[in-house]
């Protein structure tokens, strides 16, 4: 990961800001505007701020689910990650046909893991230049 996060976290929290001033912090775009800023943080390894992001958006689609189950995950609560990812499996399967097995959990983590293995691994590498 690079600085450049921190451009699009200065960028997104003004757009958000300009919705709130419009007193529309609940619209389809500021719902987006909280996604982008959790995902960032998530790529930044911090948890907590992706979490106060999504405390903040309507839990409207299954990406809201499956952003909490990454941010559980990463933040190695492994049951509160297992229920966000059956509640994502769950939306998901209401627009999509059912397939929802243990095998397709483990790869999930698997993939957290190795997410969150790149992201300490580019922390240290910033910390060092």
Same mark, same amino acid.
């Given at each position: 990961?690079?600085?450049?996060?921190?451009?699009?976290?200065?960028?997104?929290?003004?757009?958000?800001?300009?919705? $709130? #001033?419009? +007193?529309?912090?609940?619209?389809? *775009? @500021?719902?987006?505007i909280? %996604?982008?800023?959790?995902?960032?943080? !998530?790529?930044?390894?911090?948890?907590? $701020? #992706?979490? +106060?992001?999504?405390?903040?958006? *309507? @839990?409207?689609?299954?990406? %809201?689910?499956l952003?909490?189950a990454? !941010?559980?995950?990463?933040?190695?609560?492994?049951?509160?990650?297992?229920?966000?990812?059956e509640?994502?499996?769950?939306?998901?399967?209401?627009?999509i046909?059912?397939?929802?097995?243990?095998?397709?959990?483990?790869?999930?983590?698997?993939?957290?893991?190795?997410?969150?293995?790149?992201?300490?691994?580019?922390?240290?590498?910033?910390?060092?230049q």
């Open positions: 990961m690079n600085r450049r996060e921190d451009e699009a976290i200065k960028i997104l929290k003004k757009a958000m800001k300009k919705k $709130k #001033a419009q +007193k529309k912090p609940n619209s389809n *775009e @500021a719902n987006e909280g %996604f982008l800023l959790a995902e960032l943080y !998530i790529y930044k390894g911090d948890v907590q $701020k #992706a979490s +106060k992001c999504l405390a903040k958006v *309507e @839990a409207s689609d299954a990406k %809201f689910s952003y909490k990454i !941010i559980s995950m990463m933040d190695q609560k492994e049951q509160e990650a297992i229920q966000h990812w509640t994502f499996k769950e939306i998901q399967n209401q627009t046909s059912p397939s929802f097995n243990e095998e397709e959990f483990t790869e999930f983590k698997n993939a957290v893991y190795l997410l969150k293995q790149d992201i300490d691994a580019a922390a240290t590498q910033l910390k060092k």
